[in-house]
Antibody, heavy 123, light 110 residues
């Protein structure tokens, strides 16, 4: 059974940093592109980043480019999101999601999702 | 990258069919056959319902069907059931190799 479990969320002050993790199991992690998607309270889904299976291709939404860094450790079956210079508008539930399909590492659909971890940016 | 445009809400009676639209541009919806649809219940993670415009993941009911014409994609739910009451999001691969979601549609079963 495919499982994705996020961790690392919490309360952080504006300008602070946080590192999210996503532990994957039940599939060959090293062969799939992975993504981070967030959802602000009461709002819609926002894709924020993807990383190809070999980490060769990495993409970011403009809203986080230069502040967030996606990475993966395939031997540990783990996906990460380093978030720096956090702002109030980064408050959201952060989901990791597996890419079912991909083109040059970019995702075309997301077939498995974790349950999410809440990040709150507030003073 | 701007979010794809969906109606805020759609409703229907049990047994009826409803259609949710998703409008983008030639750089996303119109340019590729990589439109997906997700169902989300409150407080839960999204679930993939349709991918590549009109394909079903394993285990998803064929009451959910997708289509596309030009820059607009659509999700049709046939034989509407109470359990279909949820939020639905479209999404698309984009020419920038990014991924964009729609604004979301709340489906209400009357």
């Amino acid at each position: 059974e495919v499982q994705l479990v996020e961790s690392g969320g919490g309360l952080v002050k504006p300008g602070g940093s946080l590192r999210l993790s996503c532990a994957a199991s039940g599939f060959t992690f090293s062969t799939y592109s992975m993504n981070w998607v967030r959802q602000a309270p009461g709002k819609g889904l926002e894709w924020i980043s993807s990383i190809s299976s070999s980490s060769t291709y990495i993409y970011y939404a403009d809203s986080v480019k230069g502040r967030f860094t996606i990475s993966r450790d395939s031997p540990k079956n783990s996906l990460y999101l380093q978030m720096n210079s956090l702002r109030a508008e980064d408050t959201a539930v952060y989901y990791c999601a597996r890419a079912q399909g991909s083109i040059v590492g970019a995702s075309t659909s997301l077939d498995y999702w974790g349950q999410g971890t809440l990040v709150t940016v507030s003073s | 990258q701007s979010a794809l445009t969906q109606p805020a809400s759609v409703s229907g009676s049990p047994g009826q069919s409803i259609t949710i639209s998703c409008t983008g541009t030639s750089s996303d919806v119109g340019g590729y056959n990589y439109v997906s649809w997700y169902q989300q219940y409150p407080g839960k993670a999204p679930k993939l319902m349709v991918y590549d415009v009109n394909k079903w993941p394993s285990g998803v009911s064929n009451r959910f069907s997708g289509s596309k014409s030009g820059n607009t994609a659509s999700l049709t739910i046939s034989g509407l059931q109470a359990e279909d009451e949820a939020d639905y999001y479209c999404s698309s691969y984009t020419s920038s190799s990014t991924y964009v979601f729609g604004t979301g549609t709340k489906v209400t079963v009357l």
